[in-house]
C-alpha cells in the first residue's frame, strides 16, 4: 500500500465504498484547563489508534476537528482518520458557540457534497459537541437548522455534557442525544465512539447501525 505523510494525505481513500463524516466540536474555553483538557487531549489522541486497528473503519471514517472559546478555530480539516495529526488543546477564553456551530454544519454539509461529486455514497455525518459551559452567545436558530437536518435524517448531533455544562442547551441542541460525562473519563466515552463507527462500517447507508452500550461513566441525561 502507497504510504502518505500527513502533508501528502489523500482526500479520500477507497472511495468505492460508502464514506463516514465524524466532527468533533471541542470546548477548549479556560474552565476546561487542568484534568479535564489533560485527559481530553490524551483520549482524543488515543482514539485515532483504537480506530484504525479495524481496516474497514479505517478505510470509511473522515475526521474532521473544531474547537472553540473565545474564537474558533478548525484545529483539523477533513482528513482520513489514519492520517488525523495529533492534538493539544491549549484552554483559554469564554465559550463562544454560535460562530463553531456554524462552521460545524458548513463543513459537514460539504463532505457530503464532496462524497457525492466522488462518486461516494456517504453515511449520515455525525457532529460531536463536547462542553463544559453554557455558551456566551444565543445558539437558538443553529439549533432550529440542526433540528431539521436530525429529523430529515441528513445529522445525527450528539452533546457530551463534561461536568459543569449546560445540559439545557445541550437539549436545545441535541434533543435526547445528551450524555453525561463523570470523572472526566473520556476514554470511555471514546470507546464507544469507536464502537459505533464500526457498527457503521459494517451497515449500508440509511441502515440503522446497532447501538452500542455506553461506559459507565457516560450516562444518558434525561430530558425534563
Same mark, same amino acid.
Given at each position: 500500500m502507497?504510504? +502518505?505523510? +500527513?502533508g501528502e494525505?489523500p482526500e479520500i481513500? #477507497?472511495?468505492? $465504498?460508502? &464514506?463516514?463524516a465524524l466532527?468533533?466540536?471541542?470546548?477548549?474555553?479556560?474552565s476546561?484547563?487542568?484534568?479535564p483538557?489533560n485527559e481530553?487531549?490524551?483520549a482524543l #489522541?488515543r482514539?485515532k489508534?483504537? =480506530?484504525?486497528?479495524? $481496516?474497514k473503519?479505517?478505510?470509511?471514517?473522515?475526521i474532521a476537528?473544531?474547537e472553540?472559546n473565545?474564537e474558533?478555530k478548525?484545529v483539523q480539516?477533513w482528513?482520513p482518520i489514519e492520517?488525523?495529526?495529533?492534538?493539544?488543546? *491549549?484552554p483559554d477564553?469564554?465559550t463562544?458557540?454560535a460562530?463553531?456551530?456554524?462552521?460545524?454544519? $458548513?463543513m459537514? #454539509?460539504e463532505r /457530503?457534497?464532496f462524497y457525492?461529486r /466522488?462518486?461516494?455514497?456517504p453515511?449520515k455525518?455525525?457532529i *460531536?459537541?463536547? /462542553?463544559?459551559?453554557?455558551?456566551?452567545?444565543?445558539?437558538d436558530?443553529l439549533a432550529?437548522k440542526?433540528? =431539521?437536518?436530525v429529523?430529515?435524517q441528513?445529522?445525527a448531533?450528539?452533546?457530551l455534557?463534561?461536568?459543569?455544562?449546560?445540559t439545557?442547551?445541550? &437539549?436545545q441542541?441535541?434533543?435526547k442525544? =445528551?450524555? #453525561?460525562l463523570?470523572?472526566?473519563d473520556f476514554?470511555? +466515552?471514546?470507546?464507544?465512539?469507536n464502537?459505533s463507527?464500526r457498527?457503521?462500517?459494517? /451497515?449500508s447507508?440509511?441502515?440503522?447501525?446497532k447501538?452500542?452500550e455506553?461506559?459507565?461513566t457516560?450516562?444518558?441525561?434525561?430530558?425534563?
Amino acid at each position: 500500500m502507497e504510504q +502518505f505523510t +500527513f502533508g501528502e494525505a489523500p482526500e479520500i481513500v #477507497n472511495p468505492s $465504498e460508502p &464514506h463516514m463524516a465524524l466532527l468533533f466540536l471541542v470546548d477548549t474555553s479556560y474552565s476546561m484547563e487542568g484534568k479535564p483538557i489533560n485527559e481530553l487531549n490524551r483520549a482524543l #489522541n488515543r482514539f485515532k489508534g483504537q =480506530v484504525c486497528k479495524d $481496516e474497514k473503519t479505517k478505510d470509511i471514517l473522515d475526521i474532521a476537528i473544531i474547537e472553540f472559546n473565545s474564537e474558533w478555530k478548525v484545529v483539523q480539516d477533513w482528513i482520513p482518520i489514519e492520517y488525523m495529526e495529533p492534538v493539544h488543546f *491549549v484552554p483559554d477564553g469564554g465559550t463562544e458557540m454560535a460562530e463553531a456551530l456554524d462552521k460545524a454544519i $458548513e463543513m459537514v #454539509n460539504e463532505r /457530503s457534497r464532496f462524497y457525492r461529486r /466522488s462518486g461516494t455514497e456517504p453515511y449520515k455525518p455525525w457532529i *460531536v459537541l463536547i /462542553s463544559d459551559g453554557a455558551p456566551f452567545d444565543p445558539v437558538d436558530q443553529l439549533a432550529k437548522k440542526i433540528n =431539521v437536518m436530525v429529523e430529515k435524517q441528513k445529522l445525527a448531533f450528539w452533546s457530551l455534557a463534561v461536568p459543569g455544562a449546560d445540559t439545557e442547551v445541550l &437539549h436545545q441542541l441535541s434533543g435526547k442525544r =445528551v450524555l #453525561n460525562l463523570a470523572d472526566y473519563d473520556f476514554a470511555g +466515552f471514546f470507546d464507544w465512539v469507536n464502537k459505533s463507527m464500526r457498527a457503521v462500517s459494517v /451497515s449500508s447507508p440509511g441502515e440503522k447501525p446497532k447501538g452500542q452500550e455506553l461506559p459507565s461513566t457516560v450516562t444518558i441525561d434525561d430530558l425534563m
